[in-house]
């Protein structure tokens, strides 16, 4: 089977000959890889023999000037297309430190949004075109990433405190922010479906939780948040394509409400922040595609993870609706001979009889 042919599979609750790989390894990760024997010229995806994917995005920022603001050899300090200004550090992998945002206020935001014009140039047709035939040609499952929520809001334009003080004192200013991102995004996949580019998922990232609890109530979600992404879900269903949801974070305790949006998958079933895949697979594996729930801590254990894909891997994939990754992505920490063990045992315990 192709890749396009097991995510099917996964995506109908059927079995396949395995269960489809897939993941995130970071810059540093391939790095490390290439160091201990990866050849340069090789796709990752080729080199261990695991499926790939197409992925399409488009851009709704407000496009504010990107300017460096400051560098020295240890970090760089920029501001981006959302108006926010970060620290980025040069170790080998790093998150940037969120320094500053210039869109809080409604007034800001009016401002900002005047910005967001839907002109053609915020769609990749260059890219498509170069690719899009290749991809199905391939076999490739293909992704289109849209843009709103939760998630985005917080952590690209405004921050989260600001976004979640706005939840309780302001809601219809978070609602309007919510509505644009998603209108906009929609008119300009609308756009390029009209032209003849189809996908397979919509697939968005919206963390609602971190280790423990999620940012905000059931009932807060149900309010601002969820008419978006059920929304979100229709257009998928719409156009014949199925939905997934990123949510890092332990997001035990909207489950119902999220399921109850149409989505069709989740990832990436966060274990070390308290997502339990066993009681998920139970409620909800009919209904929903689990993509992830390994925990990514112990990947550099080779012992360890390999005894986690055992305990896993079998009931998950029971049924089909299961994509193994990570949950999360792969770190630097997960050397070239790890990796190929875990895909290796991936590859037995995964597969369909």
């Given at each position: 089977?192709?890749s396009?042919?097991r995510?099917?599979?996964?995506y109908d609750?059927?079995?396949?000959?395995r269960v489809?790989?897939?993941?995130d390894p970071?810059a540093?990760t391939?790095?490390?890889?290439?160091r201990e024997?990866?050849p340069?010229?090789?796709d990752?995806?080729?080199y261990?023999d695991?499926?790939?994917?197409g992925?399409?995005?488009?851009?709704?920022s407000?496009r504010?000037?990107?300017?460096?603001?400051?560098e020295?050899?240890r970090?760089?300090?920029?501001?981006?297309?959302?108006?926010?200004?970060m620290?980025?550090?040069?170790?080998e992998d790093?998150t940037p430190e969120?320094?500053?945002?210039k869109?809080?206020t409604?007034k800001?935001?009016?401002?900002a949004?005047?910005?967001?014009?839907?002109s053609?140039d915020r769609?990749p047709w260059?890219m498509?075109?170069?690719?899009?035939d290749k991809w199905?040609?391939?076999g490739?499952?293909?992704?289109?990433?849209?843009?709103?929520?939760?998630d985005?809001?917080?952590?690209?334009?405004m921050?989260?405190e600001?976004?979640?003080?706005?939840?309780i004192?302001?809601?219809?200013?978070v609602?309007d922010i919510f509505?644009?991102y998603l209108?906009?995004?929609?008119?300009?996949?609308?756009?390029?479906?009209d032209a003849?580019y189809?996908?397979?998922?919509?697939?968005?990232?919206?963390?609602m939780?971190?280790k423990g609890?999620?940012f905000f109530?059931p009932?807060m979600?149900?309010?601002l948040l969820q008419p978006?992404?059920t929304?979100a879900?229709k257009?998928?269903h719409d156009?014949?394509?199925?939905a997934?949801?990123?949510?890092c974070?332990?997001i035990?305790?909207?489950?119902p409400?999220i399921?109850?949006?149409?989505v069709?998958a989740l990832?990436?079933?966060?274990v070390?922040?308290g997502?339990?895949?066993?009681?998920?697979?139970?409620k909800?594996?009919?209904r929903?595609?689990?993509h992830?729930?390994?925990?990514?801590?112990k990947?550099?254990?080779?012992?360890?993870?390999l005894a986690?894909?055992?305990?896993?891997?079998p009931v998950?994939?029971?049924?089909?609706?299961f994509?193994?990754?990570?949950?999360?992505?792969?770190?630097?920490?997960?050397s070239?001979?790890?990796?190929?063990?875990?895909v290796?045992e991936?590859?037995?315990v995964?597969r369909y009889e």
């Amino acid at each position: 089977m192709n890749s396009w042919e097991r995510f099917k599979r996964m995506y109908d609750h059927r079995e396949a000959d395995r269960v489809p790989i897939i993941d995130d390894p970071w810059a540093g990760t391939l790095r490390r890889w290439r160091r201990e024997g990866m050849p340069e010229d090789v796709d990752w995806c080729d080199y261990f023999d695991i499926d790939k994917m197409g992925v399409i995005n488009v851009d709704i920022s407000p496009r504010y000037p990107e300017v460096t603001l400051e560098e020295t050899d240890r970090y760089a300090i920029r501001t981006s297309s959302w108006g926010v200004t970060m620290k980025h550090f040069k170790e080998e992998d790093s998150t940037p430190e969120f320094l500053d945002y210039k869109v809080t206020t409604p007034k800001a935001w009016e401002e900002a949004k005047k910005r967001m014009t839907l002109s053609d140039d915020r769609i990749p047709w260059d890219m498509l075109k170069a690719n899009y035939d290749k991809w199905r040609a391939e076999g490739r499952w293909i992704r289109g990433v849209f843009w709103f929520g939760f998630d985005v809001t917080h952590s690209w334009m405004m921050g989260t405190e600001n976004v979640l003080v706005a939840m309780i004192e302001e809601p219809e200013f978070v609602q309007d922010i919510f509505d644009t991102y998603l209108s906009h995004t929609i008119a300009l996949y609308d756009r390029l479906w009209d032209a003849g580019y189809r996908f397979d998922e919509m697939f968005w990232y919206d963390d609602m939780g971190y280790k423990g609890t999620t940012f905000f109530s059931p009932k807060m979600y149900r309010e601002l948040l969820q008419p978006y992404h059920t929304r979100a879900v229709k257009w998928a269903h719409d156009h014949g394509v199925y939905a997934q949801l990123h949510s890092c974070g332990d997001i035990m305790t909207l489950l119902p409400d999220i399921v109850a949006t149409g989505v069709d998958a989740l990832n990436p079933l966060e274990v070390k922040a308290g997502m339990d895949v066993f009681e998920i697979k139970r409620k909800y594996g009919d209904r929903l595609v689990l993509h992830g729930g390994i925990n990514a801590v112990k990947w550099s254990d080779a012992d360890a993870i390999l005894a986690e894909i055992d305990e896993k891997v079998p009931v998950l994939k029971q049924n089909g609706g299961f994509i193994f990754s990570s949950d999360h992505s792969i770190p630097n920490a997960v050397s070239l001979e790890n990796m190929k063990r875990i895909v290796a045992e991936v590859k037995r315990v995964g597969r369909y009889e």
